[in-house]
């Protein structure tokens, strides 16, 4: 079995509401559901949510609520795997069946890079398999900032280095995180070896913690379905 799992609990306090606010036109959490059921790999969407307004919104929406999430896993410092092991455990997983943990804030997220994110699970004989981006500017040349304004580099090796000569660096683009039912319900550590990097374009990666990144995300949003339709 295949099975989406959208965490999304009701606490959201730099953003109230962050998980049913309008976005574009539609709640946020509809965006997840949708890109979700037009990927068409999955046997069921499931909602993970302390919520009743989220759940009902979900619903509306086309996916399942078929429990309500326990308070102790509701916190707003609640990681993401033990929620997500405990929906493989509501839902009665078997340890080979496969979970895609995806974000109820990942508007951006395409049908296309879930279904690569499956494919990496069946091909690549690993544990998980999430999206991930590059990094903008070269890591090794960040600098730190101290109280009094002054500036040191991380790595002060690298400070003749020319950009393109340094190494590539990812991170994790926050939008989606296959896994076995196992590597969840074992908390297997997600940014290890045994997980494999779904590359996605820095266009269509944006955090949604402040309202600034709201803004910025729906104006990005807006002008990536705005270039969609013209290429139609």
Request: net charge negative; glycine share 8%.
């Amino acid at each position: 079995m295949r099975i989406a799992v959208i965490p999304a609990r009701g606490g959201s306090k730099r953003i109230p509401r962050k998980n049913v606010r309008a976005f574009c036109g539609k709640p946020m959490i509809a965006w997840s559901i949708e890109a979700a059921a037009s990927a068409g790999c999955f046997d069921r969407i499931v909602v993970s949510t302390d919520d009743d307004g989220i759940a009902s919104a979900a619903r509306a929406h086309g996916a399942e609520v078929p429990f309500e999430r326990p308070a102790e896993l509701s916190g707003d410092r609640t990681p993401t795997i033990p929620v997500i092991a405990h929906a493989a455990d509501a839902c009665g997983l078997q340890d080979g069946d496969l979970v895609c943990a995806l974000y109820a804030t990942a508007p951006f997220v395409q049908p296309e890079d879930l279904r690569r994110g499956l494919a990496a699970m069946e091909q690549e004989d690993c544990a998980y398999a999430l999206s991930v981006t590059t990094f903008p500017f070269p890591i090794q040349r960040a600098v730190r900032r101290d109280g009094a304004g002054r500036l040191e580099m991380f790595e002060p090796a690298q400070a003749g280095a020319r950009s393109q000569d340094l190494e590539e660096a990812w991170h994790d683009a926050g939008q989606f995180y296959w896994g076995t039912a196992a590597a969840w319900r074992a908390a297997t550590p997600i940014f290890a070896p045994s997980s494999f990097g779904v590359s996605i374009p820095r266009a269509r990666v944006q955090d949604i913690d402040t309202p600034e990144d709201w803004a910025r995300a729906e104006l990005m949003f807006r002008l990536l379905r705005e270039g969609a339709e013209g290429e139609a």
